[in-house]
């Protein structure tokens, strides 16, 4: 049975995205640590089954991770893809699921792990911004890396601009590095992912481009 868990804590675009790709999965189940994420609302429109699990209603992370783990359990999913889910998972967590557990990221890591990363982006004065498709390890934000995509940072650009900017292009890249994974063309190695008969371009990417 391919199944597939995705966990969210808000607004839900990307689990949107990839609810739209069209994935075959014989059972999808996404489950929410919080109550009035709006994503609940997008799943239950796509006839997706949900599940609440409320972290201000258990006693502390262990407590919490137990419980979340359990319900992924009964689901057997192939993987298990964070979408915006705003929960540090702790170590044992991780290590039960290691190699099925996805997230997607606002930034080309392991720059800007953590929040806030298009502010960040934008203080620091960097020229190419992105996001980054990886694998979970115990370190927040810092697993093998499946997929990137990469974008200028503009003249102009405030925070949201270019968050609305990378959020594009998440919404092309996780569903992509799901569908790999789904059809076993991942390759996971300890530090890095190679992904069977994908193309790379190999032209380098400059921002602002070099004179003719
Ligand atoms: C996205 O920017 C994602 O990269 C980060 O959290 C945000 C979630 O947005 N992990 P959404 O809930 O998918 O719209």
Redesign the pocket.
């Known amino acids: 049975m391919k199944s597939l868990v995705i966990l ?1 804590s ?6 949107q995205a990839l609810l739209e790709a069209e994935f075959e999965m014989d059972r999808i189940t996404v489950i929410s640590s919080n109550p009035n994420a709006e ?1 609940l609302a997008i799943a239950k429109k796509y006839g997706i089954e949900t599940i609440i699990l409320d972290h201000r209603t258990f006693p502390d992370r262990e407590s919490f991770d137990a419980t979340l783990a359990e319900r992924i359990d009964a689901c057997q999913p192939k993987l298990i893809a ?3 889910f705003m929960r540090i998972l702790s170590d044992r967590f991780v290590h039960r699921f290691q190699g099925r557990l996805m ?4 930034s080309l890591l392991p720059a800007f792990p953590g929040l806030r990363t298009h502010a960040r982006a934008l203080q620091e004065g960097i020229k190419i911004h992105g ?1 980054t498709v990886h694998f979970v390890t115990p370190q927040l934000d810092h697993g093998p890396i499946v997929i990137q995509a990469a974008i200028p940072v503009l003249s102009g650009d405030t925070e949201e601009i270019l968050a609305t900017r990378v ?1 594009q292009q ?1 919404h092309r890249i996780y569903p992509q590095a799901v569908r790999w994974f789904m059809e076993d063309r991942i390759k996971l190695g300890e530090n890095h992912v190679e992904v069977m008969d994908s193309r790379v371009n190999e032209t380098a990417l400059y921002s602002p481009e070099l004179p003719e």
């Open positions: 969210i808000g607004r839900g675009s990307n689990m994503g964070l979408a915006g997230n997607i990221h606002p996001c959020l998440e």
